[in-house]
C-alpha cells in the first residue's frame, strides 16, 4: 500500500521568493514514481513534475525541482521565484509498480502575496 | 490534444437515485482512476482499472462501483446514492509502463445528493 503525506495545509510565500511544499511517503514497492500536480482555483489538475525511485538525479522542470530524499522517504517541491499565478492548491502523489494506482496526499493551498 | 472528458460538470440528484458518472479518455490509455475531492482530504481513489473488464477497490469504494466495458471508457455508478456523496469526482488515465508522463484528468463533475 502506498501513503503520502502533506503536513502543511496551507503557506505564504512573497513574489518573487522560493518556497518549499513538503511531501512525505511510505511504499513497500521497490519501484515507484513520485508526481507533483498543481490545481488553480479554476479546478483543473496540472502535472509539475515527476521523479522515479531510481532516478539519480532529482527532477528539475523549469522554476519547479523536486528535493527527492529516498532514505527519509521525502520528496519536497521547490518553487523557485514565486508569481502571482503560483496561488493554487499543490497536490502531491504516488505509484507503485506492484499496483499502478495513484495516490494521493490531502494536499497543501499556496497564497502567494505581492 | 489530449483529453479526458466528464459527461456533466454539475449534477444535482435525489437521495435514493442510481447515478451514472461517465469518463472518456482519447489516448489509448490503459489505466483509468475515480476520485472523489473534499476540502481538506485531497483526493481519494475510489476505483481503479488497468485494463477493459478489469478494476481494483481504491481506499473509499464504498457505496460506489464502476464498469469498464471499453478501453476508454470508464463509468462510475452510485447505486443509490446518498447526502454523503456529494462531492466532486474526478476521472483520469495514464499509460501502462510509462509512469514519467504522469496522469491526465477531466474536468471534473461536482455532484450534489439533496
Known amino acids: 500500500a502506498q501513503k503520502i503525506t502533506q503536513t502543511q495545509p496551507g503557506m505564504f510565500v512573497q513574489e518573487k521568493e522560493a518556497v518549499t511544499l513538503d511531501c512525505t511517503y511510505d511504499t513497500s514497492d521497490p519501484s515507484y514514481g513520485l508526481f507533483w500536480y498543481k490545481q488553480p482555483s479554476s479546478g483543473e489538475m496540472i502535472f509539475l513534475i515527476y521523479?522515479?525511485?531510481?532516478?539519480?538525479q532529482n527532477a528539475t522542470e523549469g522554476r519547479y525541482s523536486l528535493n527527492f530524499q529516498k532514505a527519509r522517504k521525502s520528496a519536497n517541491l521547490v518553487i523557485s521565484a514565486s508569481q502571482l499565478g503560483d496561488s493554487a492548491m499543490y497536490f502531491c502523489?504516488?505509484?507503485?509498480?506492484?499496483?499502478?494506482?495513484?495516490?494521493f496526499g490531502s494536499g497543501t493551498r499556496l497564497l502567494v502575496r505581492p | 490534444d489530449v483529453k479526458v472528458t466528464q459527461s456533466s460538470r454539475y449534477l444535482v440528484k435525489r437521495t435514493g437515485e442510481k447515478v451514472f458518472l461517465e469518463c472518456v479518455q482519447d489516448m489509448d490509455h490503459e489505466n483509468m482512476f475515480w476520485y472523489r475531492q473534499d476540502p481538506g482530504l485531497g483526493l481519494r481513489l475510489i476505483y481503479f482499472?488497468?485494463?477493459?473488464?478489469?478494476?481494483e477497490k481504491g481506499d473509499i469504494p464504498e457505496g460506489y462501483s464502476v464498469s469498464r466495458e471499453k478501453k476508454e471508457r470508464f463509468s462510475l455508478i452510485l447505486e443509490s446514492a446518498s447526502t454523503n456523496q456529494t462531492s466532486m469526482y474526478l476521472c483520469a488515465s495514464s499509460r501502462l509502463g510509462d509512469r514519467a508522463e504522469g496522469a491526465f484528468f477531466g474536468q471534473g463533475t461536482r455532484l450534489t445528493v439533496v
Open positions: 502523489a504516488i505509484m507503485g509498480d506492484s499496483s499502478y494506482k495513484l495516490i
Open positions: 482499472s488497468y485494463d477493459v473488464k478489469m478494476k
Open positions: 521523479q522515479g525511485s531510481y532516478d539519480q
